[in-house]
Nanobody, 126 residues
């Protein structure tokens, strides 16, 4: 059973930093990506960033480029999202997900989701 557990969310002031973690277990397919998505109240869930397991290729949404960094520690089966220079518009529930690389649209994190985490709340005050 695929399991993803997010942690690291919280309340931060604008301009501050948070690091989210996504601990992954229970899956064995070769070509996957781990993605971070977010959803604010009243909005659709949107892609934030993702990293592929084999190549290490990363993708960032325009809204977070230059501020967020995704990384992975394969020994710990954990993917991180370092979020710097936070803005109030970054406020959302953040979810990590396992994505089947074979189904991903090039240059995006959009693809078939194998499993979602439960989410972690990030709130940025102005």
């Amino acid at each position: 059973e695929v399991q993803l557990v997010e942690s690291g969310g919280g309340l931060e002031q604008a301009g501050g930093s948070l690091r989210l973690s996504c601990a992954v277990s229970g899956f064995s397919f070769d070509d996957y990506a781990i993605g971070w998505f977010r959803q604010a109240p009243g909005n659709v869930r949107e892609e934030v960033s993702c990293v592929s397991s084999n190549s290490g290729t990363t993708y960032y949404a325009d809204s977070v480029k230059g501020r967020f960094t995704i990384s992975s520690d394969n020994a710990k089966n954990t993917v991180y999202l370092q979020m710097n220079s936070l803005k109030p518009e970054d406020t959302a529930s953040y979810y990590c997900a396992v994505i089947d690389i074979a189904t991903m649209r090039p240059g995006t994190c959009i693809g078939s989701i194998a499993s979602w985490g439960q989410g972690t709340q990030v709130t940025v005050s102005s």
